[in-house]
């Protein structure tokens, strides 16, 4: 197996020193009794490595004989049981999970009977395609075990609703935790914490004078998860480790071990412990953080190591041979996939769905009391509810775009990812009889749908509809694009739109010099945990802080995110309770990338097909359950985007 990566030392004497992969398994691998292998999930390079170290270490173990009883002639045997192991503790499986796992070490279950189980439980949600060849690897080798280190996320949750004490209390009561652990943790581990989550640089600011305080409420959270996989791995030792030769490899996201915060400093606490055997000082860990670099970066001759190159980029990455953050480097090239096939298939996904719902928008079943309420507590005014009407009931979208932009009577509107045509008819109401609107929408049924409505309420005139992918208009909107438009609206359809930058520069084309737009969208505020399986539509949510700078390469002024009406569940007006969907979000945003049926109910009919469609359904709720544990309001927020097109300067 040929290893897709460079190893390099940290120490201070050999900082950014490159070593070979047998001397790295034969001189630092083999001796050490613990192994924490810092990784980014799902990498295949670090997959990859995990084997080859599991491997390495179940072959240096030391297996004294047992001597048979009443054996008087030396033969020996060995207990299979009494062998000493590899302990491979994991932090994508919690400790629950383990009767799955001895399932799978006994036969008892596949790797597909291991994985169905593991979904059905449902509360982790990692993907473990990726480390099927490390699972494997595992399963075939006497020497190996597997563990789930981590404790089940609804602790977390549980953390975050109930407080620190109850979860304390219930988890150490499961034996998750040990008794008396307090979930503290020190100042500097809080800075690393917040570095991850806000991309501040921890190096050019080691005081932390830039760092926030808005993630201390989460940092308990981080923190359980470190003491869970601590407390397997002492409980493992203790309990299991008769021979006192067993060793530990533990798997667990970089952010749970670099400058051995999170996990290798609960399991250091312990090292005096006597009735513990594999970390007995800071000598016996090995700490190997994965670090992936952009292709291309690793093509280099480092004979003459350590390269200023790499010395430069272990720097950037953990400030310096004094930092401590690691023993060893495993740098690998990031392979990404073809954006292009990517992006298709997102649309291909997209319009399907939003095709069901065009063919059932028709419907009878609509609610229009609840529409009513979502409508009011998303800012749209009761004129704009009542020219709405009965179309109402199909809102789809995150906010209200009106209230940010001032249409006015005459403007030319154009409305990107018009759905089923709410919007467009509510700013039709606004431009009046000698303004025009037009709707661009991916879904042909919506179209069809929103220019059928058009037409019986006699607005077709000034109002109609195009189907395109709302980032590649082009020449589709005829001669009502040639002069261009006042005012781009947009409520929801930039969440799935794979490209951004091309959706805000097809903006920017179809606008008028002074222009505005005006787009209601949602945004992911922190890194989305890597290895989890994220609804495609939070896959798809662009970084907030990468809008304004995208906005200005693009020519855009006066630019503005509005975050005062950001969060992901809205109260409806007169308390109309909507249930969670599958996102973590609420069904009253009405949301056209989260759950696109905001406003209507489902008919009951015999046939459920021929009901009004709903792109998150009970089997999409079921298979997110293991993000009931995230607050959405940490992670994402509704935003409104606005910004000018600049004047032209007057040539002179």
């Given amino acids: ?149 981590f404790i089940p996320r609804p602790y977390a949750r549980m953390l975050m609703q109930d407080g620190v004490d109850k979860a304390i209390e219930e988890a150490s009561t499961a034996g998750y935790i040990p008794k008396g652990e307090t979930l503290d943790g020190t100042d500097a581990h809080y800075l690393f914490f917040e570095s991850l989550l806000t991309g501040r640089n921890m190096h050019m600011d080691a005081k932390g004078d830039l760092a926030t305080d808005r993630f201390r409420k989460m940092f308990p959270a981080q923190i359980i998860k470190d003491a869970s996989m601590a407390w397997c791995a002492s409980s493992l030792d203790r309990i299991l480790n008769i021979t006192g030769h067993d060793k530990m490899l533990i798997v667990c996201g970089v952010g749970h071990m670099l400058y051995s915060h999170g996990v290798p400093e609960r399991i250091l606490a312990n090292c005096n ?85 065009g063919n059932t928008a028709h419907l009878e079943g609509g609610n229009m009391k609840k529409a009513h309420g979502i409508l009011t507590s998303l800012n749209y005014t009761q004129e704009e509810i009542d020219y709405a009407g009965v179309d109402a009931v199909n809102y789809q979208g995150v906010g209200c775009p009106h209230r940010y932009v001032q249409i006015q009577p005459g403007h030319a509107v154009l409305d990107m990812g018009s759905g089923l045509g709410v919007d467009s008819l509510i700013a039709t109401n606004a431009v009046g009889s000698t303004g025009k609107v037009v709707g661009v929408d991916i879904s042909n049924e919506c179209v069809q749908h929103a220019n059928k409505r058009a037409k019986e309420r006699d607005l077709a005139e000034r109002l109609r509809f195009v189907q395109s992918p709302i980032e590649s208009i082009g020449d589709k909107l005829e001669d009502d694009g040639k002069e261009g438009f006042d005012v781009i609206i947009s409520n929801g359809a930039f969440c799935l739109l794979p490209n951004k930058k091309a959706g805000f520069a097809e903006c920017h084309r179809l606008l008028k010099d002074g222009g505005k737009i005006s787009i209601c969208t949602t945004v992911i505020k922190d890194t989305l945990e890597e290895g989890l399986e994220w609804p495609l539509c939070m896959q798809t949510f662009a970084k907030m802080d990468e809008l304004v700078p995208m906005l200005e390469r693009l020519g855009f002024v006066n630019i503005e995110i ?48 021929e009901g009004r469609f709903k792109v998150h359904n009970e089997d999409g709720q079921k298979q997110f359950r293991h993000l009931e544990n995230f607050d959405m309001n940490q992670l994402c927020a509704r935003v409104v985007i606005k910004a000018t097109k600049k004047q032209s300067q007057p040539r002179r």
């Fill in 1 to 149: 197996m040929t290893l897709r990566g460079r190893l390099f030392r940290l120490s201070p004497q050999f900082f950014g020193k490159e070593i070979s992969i047998t001397d790295f398994l034969e001189n630092h691998v083999a001796p050490k009794k613990m192994v924490v292998l810092g990784e980014h999930h799902g990498a295949a390079s670090i997959v990859q490595l995990q084997i080859r170290i599991q491997e390495r270490m179940a072959e240096s173990l030391h297996i004294p004989p047992i001597v048979a009883p009443g054996n008087d002639d030396g033969v020996t045997n060995h207990n299979r049981d009494a062998r000493p192991k590899v302990r491979v503790i994991m932090e994508h499986f919690s400790m629950d999970m383990q009767g799955i796992l001895n399932q799978y070490h006994n036969g008892m279950l596949d790797t597909q009977g291991m994985m169905k189980a593991y979904q059905a439980v449902g509360t982790e949600g990692h993907n473990l395609i990726p480390y099927i060849p490390a699972l494997e690897s595992a399963i075939t080798n006497d020497n190996l075990r597997l563990y789930g280190g």
């Fill in 273 to 357: 412990d006597s009735s513990l055997h594999v970390v007995k000082s800071k000598d016996d860990m090995l700490r190997i953080a994965c670090l992936p670099v952009s292709e291309g970066k690793l093509s280099g001759d480092y004979s003459e190591s350590p390269s200023e190159e790499v010395v430069s980029i272990l720097k950037d990455a953990y400030g310096g041979a004094e930092s401590n953050a690691a023993d060893i480097c495993f740098m690998y090239e990031e392979t990404l996939q073809n954006s292009d096939d990517e992006d298709e298939e997102i649309r291909k996904e997209t319009q399907a769905a939003y095709d069901r719902v």
């Fill in 562 to 609: 509005d975050m005062s009406d950001s969060l992901m569940e809205v109260v409806e007006e007169e308390e109309i309770t909507s249930e969670k969907n599958d996102a973590g979000d609420n069904e009253s945003e009405s949301t056209r990338e989260e759950d696109n049926e905001p406003a209507i109910t489902r008919d009951e009919q015999d046939n459920a097909e």
